[in-house]
């Protein structure tokens, strides 16, 4: 027992250290009128959050960050369904494609934020110039207040699906062919077999996976920061980003740390209310 | 290969070809336009009419990248960082997953929870706070401060990854060895850990890759240029000049190359490891 101690105590002291400590930290700052990082401060108890629920410009990053968590699993569930249903079959693209799936993964995100952009630029950009020989003129995505948000979603779809897909194709293996088969003799179509037996085989894994990747996705600051900082015009400002940008351009120390609080109450709720209401029955 | 011979299969194998196609293009089309683009001479590179392959092959982007910047030094900056947090993550969470799963000790149901909160936390929240606390522990400007960073984040996940793995081992061979005289520590170390092999691997993997590509921590908490990992020196090289496109894409190749090939080596594995884990 005392040697299971032992072995578990690095973990707890690494966690602790690097996030529990901090983590009240940030609590303790939330609750002052800090404005430089580490500058002298006041405490000033709930006026800071205060100031942060009457700012326009939180609500509209939290709306922002709504939006980017439904694109995000839309197209990533989208993405990673089709590719874990093609992958699961015979012959040498689908035994391939297991593999060379997780390269978008694997590439460092300054890297994938170059690549597309590389690929989106409106003078030598090979996208950029595909849809402009069918008649369709990109412009400046990301320098479009519109598109910029919809086309960063995309890009991070490509960057994060790999990992969706891996582990779906992994749950849809564990359904048994004989009830598959079974339900084919029976008289149902492809769609119906997915839905009334595979869909439902899956549920638990796809519950995990909803749950951890929406977490994940939320909390993406990189992808974004790399390519617009937030802009143009705060149309890519999510919650990240805003708590990231009033840090370190704004220099309201007491505020990012209230808005950043705030997001971590937001997120328990909606956890919460996502394990009490979709979790699988047997679970 | 009935498919090729009754043209009713095969008529309905096209939008699921068209479909393979499709995804194909999407996942390595970009992978293979950052290669080639490095390859391009000046003049290519901003033509307006872009080709699939380089109408001249050029090495001078590459000799660019290893003559006018300090890209060696990211490269082994990086390695040092993804190397250290690699083995201080293996060492960690495997004994975490075997103090929890097979020492008992209490908690272990509480794992799922712990990664899961650790999720919730938005990394940017822990950036001022960390800071302070790095500099209070003399780890601000150094790669043993980010590794350990690192695997704050990277050990939790793996943990719970290994569980998985643990559980599949019957618990009758630890008593076995236990009958022979084996201590705890010898089990652990001679009997669980090679089965554990393929855990191993996996976790290896993710925490190579994850803190490959790390971008945020390490931009703020390293100061001196030469301590820079890759991704940070590469934002670099971007924004030092207008855009130098040569020497962009081949900086952008080599830096994604070695997680790329290390993946094409090893992620059969890591692919088997991740599903063995995450549907357990």
């Known amino acids: ?8 105590a690095p973990i707890v002291v690494i966690m602790l250290v690097v996030i529990a400590y901090p983590l009240l930290n940030a609590v ?33 990053a939290l709306r922002r960050s709504g939006l980017w968590l439904i694109g995000n699993m839309a197209v990533q569930t989208v993405l990673a369904f089709g590719a874990a249903l093609l992958m699961q079959r015979r012959g040498w693209w689908a035994r391939s494609a297991r593999v060379w799936v997780m390269l978008p993964w694997v590439v460092p995100t300054v890297a994938v934020t170059i690549i597309w952009q590389w690929m989106l630029n409106s003078s030598y950009g090979v996208v950029y110039k595909a849809f402009e020989a069918v008649g369709i003129d990109l412009g400046s995505p990301f320098g ?22 891996v582990v779906v194709y992994g749950a849809l293996a564990t359904v048994p062919g004989e009830v598959i088969e079974a339900a084919t003799i029976d008289g149902a179509n492809a769609w119906q077999t997915f839905w009334a037996v595979t869909f439902p085989l899956l549920q638990p894994v796809l519950f995990a996976v909803a749950l951890v990747g929406s977490l994940w996705s939320f909390n993406i600051l990189d992808t974004i920061f790399l390519i617009t900082e937030g802009g143009p015009a705060d149309a890519t400002t999510t919650l990240p980003v805003y708590v990231y940008n009033t840090a370190f351009s704004a220099f309201r120390a007491s505020e990012a740390a209230a808005a950043s609080v705030l997001t971590v109450i937001v997120l328990g709720i909606a956890a919460l209310l996502f394990v009490r209401f979709a979790r699988p029955k047997e679970l | ?9 095969a008529v309905r194998a096209i939008p699921r070809v068209v479909v393979m196609a499709l995804l194909t293009l999407v996942v390595l089309g970009p992978i293979y336009w950052i290669t080639i683009s490095s390859f391009k001479p000046r003049s290519e590179l901003i033509s307006t009419s872009p080709t699939l392959l380089p109408r001249e092959w050029t090495l001078e982007n590459f000799e660019r990248l290893f003559a006018t910047t300090k890209y060696p030094l990211f490269l ?27 020492l008992r000790v209490p908690g272990a149901g509480k794992i799922s929870g712990v990664v899961l909160l650790s999720y919730m936390i938005p990394g940017t929240l822990l950036i001022v706070p ?16 980010l590794v350990l960073v690192n695997v704050a984040f990277t050990a939790p996940f793996c943990t719970w990854l290994l569980r998985g793995f643990i559980l599949a081992i019957p618990i009758e061979i630890d008593e076995a060895a236990a009958l022979d005289g084996a201590g705890p520590l010898r089990t652990m170390f001679q009997i669980v850990l090679p089965l554990l092999l393929p855990g191993v691997a996996t976790v290896a993997v993710y925490s190579f890759v994850f803190s490959w590509t790390e971008f945020v921590f390490a931009s703020q908490f390293i100061m001196s240029d030469g301590l820079d990992t890759l991704p940070v020196g590469l934002k670099a090289i971007i924004g030092q000049y207008t855009v130098d496109w040569g020497l962009v894409t081949s900086a952008t190749l080599f830096t994604l190359l070695p997680t790329v090939l290390l993946f094409l080596a090893v992620g059969r594995f890591f692919v088997g490891g991740l599903i063995a884990g995450a549907t357990k």
Do not use: C
């Not at chain 1, 027992?1 to 578990?8: H, K, N, Q, R, S």
């Not at chain 2, 190397?83 to 495997?94: A, D, E, M, Q, W």
């Not at chain 2, 960390?130 to 401060?145: E, F, K, P, R």
């Open chain 2, 76 to 102: 082994s900056n990086s390695f040092v960082v993804a190397i250290g947090t690699t083995v201080v993550t293996l060492v960690v969470s495997i004994a975490a997953a075997y103090g929890l799963d097979r």
């Open chain 2, 130 to 145: 960390l800071y302070v606390t790095l500099a209070q522990l003399g780890l601000i400007d150094s790669h043993a401060g």
């Open chain 2, 1 to 9: 290969m009935s498919a090729l011979t009754t043209p009713g299969r």
């Open chain 1, 1 to 8: 027992m005392a040697l299971g101690y032992a072995l578990v």
């Open chain 1, 144 to 165: 479009n207040p519109v598109w910029a948000l919809p086309v960063i979603i995309l890009v991070n779809s490509w960057h994060w699906f790999p990992l969706t897909a």
């Open chain 1, 28 to 60: 303790w700052t939330s609750l002052r009128d800090q404005r430089l990082i580490g500058s002298d401060s006041d405490f000033v108890a709930f006026e800071t959050y205060a100031k942060v629920v009457g700012d326009p410009s939180f609500w509209a």
